[in-house]
């Protein structure tokens, strides 16, 4: 998969990308990533991006030349139709663990890091194909928010995460938080991990972890349960009695 970053601040990615699962899926070459300058889309001479809003207000707002310049000359370049420009922004749709698989999907990913107060609307009309936001908060550029989209996308091509199966393990993947876990040692101070899970009894403990994870949904984010497709009797029975008595 190819990820094409239009930035006007290309080095806050250098941190991401030259350190662990990121770096790792760039040197295997399941995710190729480019960053490229918006400023250098930009033609007068002093390499102007941003401009007051009319009407007045706040702040600045980005020019539509540099950035519809960029995004047709990435489109241009890539020539295939698989390109998926997003520009990230708080006015986008939320994006979520099913997105984040969607987006997995596509050939290539251009993602647009917005700035200032924002961007000419006539960019968000008419320059992109999607608009993400990564929640219900304002950060100061999309930069930040193209990172998570870019982890949470990376982890989830073929032969990434080491293991095959791990990113399908995943709660949200499930619909569901995830379970309790615990590694060594099995008491630490006065804690101890919960005996079934030292039971070597397999589907004792798959049972357990389930039941685990629809109480912890159920108790955290209720409102996931609503899209997990539980039967009524699973959740009642993670709401009866614990059968390994071994309540976490
Ligand atoms: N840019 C500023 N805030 C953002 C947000 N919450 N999500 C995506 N891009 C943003």
Same mark, same amino acid.
């Given at each position: 998969?190819?990820?094409?970053?239009?930035?006007?601040?290309?080095?806050?990615?250098?941190?991401?990308?030259?350190?662990?699962?990121?770096?790792?899926?760039?040197?295997?070459?399941?995710?190729?990533?480019?960053?490229?300058?918006?400023?250098?889309?930009?033609?007068?001479? !002093?390499? $102007?991006? &941003?401009?007051? *809003?009319? +009407?007045?207000?706040?702040?600045?707002?980005?020019? /539509?030349?540099? @950035?519809?310049?960029?995004?047709?000359?990435?489109?241009?370049?890539?020539?295939?139709?698989?390109?998926?420009?997003?520009?990230?922004?708080?006015?986008?749709?939320?994006?979520?663990?099913?997105?984040?698989?969607?987006?997995?999907?596509?050939?290539?990913?251009?993602?647009?890091?917005?700035?200032?107060?924002?961007?000419?609307?006539?960019?968000?009309? !008419?320059? $992109?194909? &999607?608009?993400? *936001?990564? +929640?219900?908060?304002?950060?100061?550029?999309?930069? /930040?928010?193209? @990172?998570?989209?870019?982890?949470?996308?990376?982890?989830?091509?073929?032969?990434?995460?080491?293991?095959?199966?791990?990113?399908?393990?995943?709660?949200?993947?499930?619909?569901?938080?995830?379970?309790?876990?615990?590694?060594?040692?099995?008491?630490?101070?006065?804690?101890?991990?919960?005996?079934?899970?030292?039971?070597?009894?397999?589907?004792?403990?798959?049972?357990?972890?389930?039941?685990?994870?629809?109480?912890?949904?159920?108790?955290?984010?209720?409102?996931?349960?609503?899209?997990?497709?539980?039967?009524?009797?699973?959740?009642?029975?993670?709401?009866?009695?614990?059968?390994?008595?071994?309540?976490?």
């Amino acid at each position: 998969m190819r990820i094409t970053i239009l930035t006007l601040f290309p080095a806050m990615f250098d941190g991401a990308l030259g350190e662990s699962i990121l770096r790792r899926a760039v040197d295997q070459g399941a995710l190729q990533v480019e960053r490229r300058n918006i400023r250098d889309y930009a033609q007068d001479r !002093h390499h $102007v991006v &941003d401009d007051s *809003s009319y +009407g007045g207000g706040p702040g600045m707002l980005m020019k /539509p030349e540099p @950035l519809f310049r960029a995004v047709e000359d990435v489109r241009c370049q890539a020539g295939e139709s698989g390109t998926w420009v997003v520009l990230m922004s708080p006015q986008g749709r939320t994006f979520t663990q099913k997105t984040a698989a969607e987006l997995a999907g596509k050939p290539h990913l251009v993602l647009v890091c917005g700035h200032y107060e924002g961007v000419d609307e006539r960019f968000r009309e !008419h320059g $992109v194909d &999607d608009e993400i *936001s990564i +929640g219900d908060y304002v950060l100061t550029g999309g930069e /930040p928010a193209a @990172l998570v989209v870019m982890d949470a996308v990376a982890r989830l091509l073929p032969g990434v995460l080491g293991d095959p199966t791990s990113s399908e393990m995943d709660s949200f993947s499930a619909g569901l938080l995830e379970y309790p876990q615990y590694t060594r040692p099995a008491q630490f101070r006065a804690w101890k991990t919960p005996p079934v899970l030292l039971s070597g009894d397999h589907q004792a403990i798959a049972r357990w972890r389930r039941r685990q994870a629809i109480l912890r949904t159920l108790r955290r984010r209720p409102e996931l349960l609503d899209t997990a497709g539980l039967s009524p009797d699973e959740i009642a029975d993670a709401l009866g009695p614990d059968p390994e008595g071994d309540a976490a």
